[in-house]
């Protein structure tokens, strides 16, 4: 067995090739695994960054007994394979029986419950991070919430995402889920579902328009604070700039709310799957372009007598997720984890290095207190 300590798995996706080069700048090897070795082979040899880095290629099949022996002996493994309400409980299991911390990339609110619950505390008890949503989703989120609560007095946050982009076949999948699955909100403390088909009209600075968002599952932010003492309230939205896709997905959401909601688990799955294979890009997607690809992440924080807003520029989904992934794998090969078990990448990494990283990988930019 080689001395490689990281693993991909689901490595020849959009969402991976952004790991791999991000991985590759800081001179991390790692093992690309997939189900189809001949596909991950031309994808890695077919991308620049890659020229050079050490890496391995393993196929693997999707069971939990064939991802332990890949990940037995390996320090950490950041899955990639989604939906993963649909795919991800076999690679959690998996990582756990062999030892290895768990990342994932989801931006499903119910993946994150769900493994919360039922891996938690096992993997706390053997000293393991098990971080979902190590992705700009929800991490960009949490950033801008810890840049509120720094003030004291803050126990309440109100997040909005405003994005540019094309989330890709694999995120699509998940979005249309996980859209029209029950979303959830921290309210004194408690998580409380918001309205089914929620949507809400947002003023964002620097826009003229107002643009329609969504709970768009949740986010993850109302999970990883619902235990956190500092937090009472905690709300997330999400608006993109091509607003088509807003004006798309609320009557599915209604629809699903309608016809789709008293059927079984299955029947959902298929509905949802159905609906995003038809609007899904095809083939390989080009890489975002960040002149065009600008985001902003705006948090309200209030607290009893206190208040503070800050807003924060930054540029694309997707290369910032796969620097967000290296850094917090860096982090753990290194043994710096701050903290094991359910966690978030915010609270494993640190929150000031953790968007220090991302300021110095030129994906977030301005900072500004609108309410200092």
Request: net charge negative.
């Amino acid at each position: 067995m080689s001395d490689i300590e990281v693993v991909l798995y689901g490595a020849s996706g959009y969402t991976g090739e952004h790991v791999m080069w991000k991985l590759a700048e800081l001179g991390i090897p790692f093992i690309a695994a997939g189900r189809n070795g001949a596909r991950l082979k031309a994808r890695l040899e077919a991308q620049p960054e890659l020229k050079g880095a050490r890496y391995e290629i393993a196929e693997v099949a999707h069971d939990e007994a064939a991802l332990t022996e890949l990940l037995r002996g390996r320090k950490v493994v950041h899955n990639l394979v989604g939906p993963f309400m649909q795919f991800g409980e076999p690679v959690v299991r998996a990582a756990l029986a062999a030892g290895c911390h768990y990342l994932d990339a989801t931006g499903e609110q119910d993946w994150k419950i769900l493994i919360r619950e039922k891996y938690g505390h096992a993997f706390e008890d053997k000293g393991l991070v098990l971080a979902p949503a190590t992705s700009s989703m929800w991490v960009s989120g949490l950033l801008a919430a810890e840049s509120v609560l720094e003030k004291p007095g803050i126990d309440s946050v109100d997040i909005l995402y405003t994005l540019h982009g094309v989330p890709s076949a694999a995120s699509t999948l998940s979005f249309m889920r996980m859209c029209c699955q029950p979303q959830y909100r921290l309210v004194n403390k408690r998580l409380e579902a918001w309205p089914a088909a929620a949507h809400f009209q947002v003023a964002v600075p620097g826009h003229h328009r107002i643009l329609t968002a969504l709970p768009w599952s949740g986010g993850g932010e109302s999970i990883f604070y619902e235990n956190d003492e500092r937090v009472l309230n905690c709300s997330t939205l999400v608006t993109f700039q091509n607003q088509a896709l807003m004006e798309m997905l609320v009557p599915k959401m209604q629809e699903f709310a309608a016809k789709y909601a008293p059927l079984s688990d299955a029947e959902q799955e298929a509905a949802t799957n159905a609906w995003a294979n038809e609007i899904a890009p095809q083939g390989d997607q080009p890489r975002e372009d960040y002149s065009q690809h600008r985001v902003l992440f705006t948090c309200h924080g209030r607290g009893t007598l206190v208040a503070r807003s800050t807003a924060t520029w930054g540029v694309t989904g997707y290369v910032m997720t796969g620097l967000i992934g290296a850094v917090t794998i860096d982090c753990l090969i290194k043994n710096r984890q701050r903290a094991i078990g359910f966690q978030s990448a915010v609270s494993v990494v640190g929150a000031k290095p953790m968007r220090a990283a991302l300021e110095d990988g030129g994906v977030l930019g301005q900072f500004t207190a609108l309410i200092p």
